[in-house]
């Protein structure tokens, strides 16, 4: 069973596994440092649809499908589907992964996504409530573009603290505990609202929830940067990961050589033009499925913090003169389980 | 310990309980048959803040503080917060309930998001991840027409199939088998796509859905109409009503007796001129939280299915030319608990 520690983090005692992962991304996904550890890359934006809508929702069927055939398994051998996108109504879930008839939660998390819906998928499997699950996100720069900025015909400007919104799709397959990585512990995130109010700087309104959030698993676990191998956040990008340095640095936690960023690791800065760097749920989801999740299988890295975080706006909103509240949710992902404790199920 | 009945229902051995509700609406919701049931009624509009998006996040905020109150519970006091809405970003949850400062977990589920967050807020508690959690969702019908219809500047004229958006809002408090209502099992819906394309007729996008869940769970646990007191769906209207009906009688089940629908408790159609009757996650959640709740912990009802209903589709999906899926999540709740398994830890 899992134990609570301290105020905000639950340890899943029983150690979930991801069995699985899958990525998917685009033409410039594809050009950036990981991009030939995708599992698929296309490099027609459209991916074969009429609309970068559809585009998005068709990366998240590949995505599914792509998972569910590394792991041998068909839809019926999964109990429940968590899913979300960035595009209003999350769309790109619903389309994409409609038909394969699996129960589904349809979540919001902007870029937390992924981490959002690998806790509740872990939380599933720590509770008994399930065998197997899907976690899958996406987003696409055009999709998301003209929702969020301009038609891309209109060829506007990009501030440099701007972020490039990912073209890509991730998907896990989380089960009891078999092999790494397992998912040791989750620190659930609450809304922080710092007054943020520029929409080209998504990473300053998200890394004070990336702060609290670290700072509060820290401080329930009595651990430390030291504890670590990598802390990667996602998206956070430059602007946002030099905030957070600083942030944490400011409640006494020295951050700078086990941080890493999934808006940084991506796409190269100096030659791919993506401004402060790369976001969107895809982004986080495309590192964690395609470079991450081996690595940690590989023995490469041991002990990780993976936060992602998003910006919980609308261009509604920002309109109407409102904050950019942020937030970001926490997994501590090993190579190990959990030791397993007394009296427990584990 | 969770049991699974069938393919597609969780038995939730523990009975979670929901320990309080609380409902909040405005001047047509007050003025409708179940009126003077809500907790807080508001005939502003605007909830006295500056425009209708701000005013479905204060519905949010004083919903959710009002549930707290009625249970003598703080913000520290609830380990999860799930919510939803129909905006886009659920930027009505984000900035409704940001101040709270309680992990937050954002759902997208349209109508459904009363059962979405009900479900997973009863396998936390069944599951042993929680003591306390929080489901709370909103809609408010002006800033959902300018979203998904036209300015109501402009005046359109309504079609007969067409449902009113509820300016409503709910929020229960789900804890350890304590009290009525117990939460004896859930059935999370698939995405049920039939080719639907009538943004004005959302009742025939749902109700297939409604109908897949209901029959689901009633082959799952060998059980039919005649074991409720009330099958309860929200917010097939009218329209979807009778469909739900036609529907689930082809396979064998007479659902007419038992059958009622939150978009048709919620207004009279007679007087309120609602065309097919009411809709929106603040329906189903402003009828179950107002009248359902308190009526199953008098007794009144003692065994029922709450079936909330979801189309999930965005405007620009449909001026794509694609279809309305729906969706529809069930809880049955019950004036008794689940009778305590050999071997369980209820």
């Known amino acids: 069973m899992s134990t609570n520690i301290g105020k905000y983090t639950l340890r899943l005692d029983k150690s979930p596994s991801i069995t699985g992962s899958a990525a998917i991304g685009g033409k410039k996904e594809a050009e950036g440092p990981i991009g030939k550890m995708f599992d698929i890359v296309n490099y027609d934006a459209l991916f074969g649809q009429k609309s970068w809508e559809l585009a998005e929702s068709e ?3 590949q995505a599914a499908q792509k998972v569910m055939d590394k792991c041998s398994l068909s839809p019926g051998d999964i109990q429940y589907l968590f899913a979300g996108d960035l595009l209003n109504q999350i769309v790109a879930s619903h389309y994409g992964l409609r038909e394969l008839g699996i129960p589904f939660f349809g979540l919001y998390g902007a870029c937390s996504t992924m981490a ?3 806790i509740l998928s872990s939380m599933m499997i720590e509770g008994g409530l399930a065998k197997k699950v899907m976690a899958i996100t996406s987003s696409h720069f055009c999709s998301a573009e003209r929702q969020f900025r301009f038609p891309l015909e209109y060829g506007g400007q ?3 603290t701007a972020q490039w919104t990912a073209t890509a799709a991730g998907a896990c397959i989380i089960a009891e505990n078999s092999q790494p990585p397992y998912i040791k512990a989750v620190t659930v995130g609450c809304i922080e609202d710092k007054d943020i109010k520029d929409l080209n700087n998504m990473g300053a309104a998200m890394a004070p929830a990336a702060s609290t959030t670290i700072k509060r698993y820290f401080q329930d676990t009595l651990t430390g940067p030291d504890n670590f191998d990598l802390i990667l956040t996602g998206d956070l990008a430059q602007v946002g990961s030099d905030l957070l340095a600083e942030l944490l640095l400011r409640e006494g936690y020295d951050i700078k050589k086990k941080h890493a960023d999934c808006g940084l690791i991506l796409y190269d800065r100096a030659t791919q ?7 969107g749920c895809g982004c986080a989801a495309g590192v964690l499925c ?3 999740i081996p690595a940690i299988r590989e023995g490469k890295i ?3 913090l993976f936060v ?3 910006a919980l706006m609308s261009p509604i909103s920002v309109q109407q003169g409102q904050n950019i509240p ?3 949710h926490l997994l501590h992902l090993s190579s190990t389980p959990n030791p397993i404790q007394q009296g427990g199920n584990a």
């Open 326 to 328: 942020g937030i970001a």
């Open 290 to 292: 395609s470079y991450i």
């Open 302 to 304: 041991k002990d990780m």
């Open 308 to 310: 992602a975080t998003g």
């Open 116 to 118: 959002e819906s690998l």
């Open 59 to 61: 990366m998240q069927r």
């Open 273 to 279: 033009d993506v401004e402060a760097g790369g976001s």
């Open 158 to 160: 990009r501030a440099p």
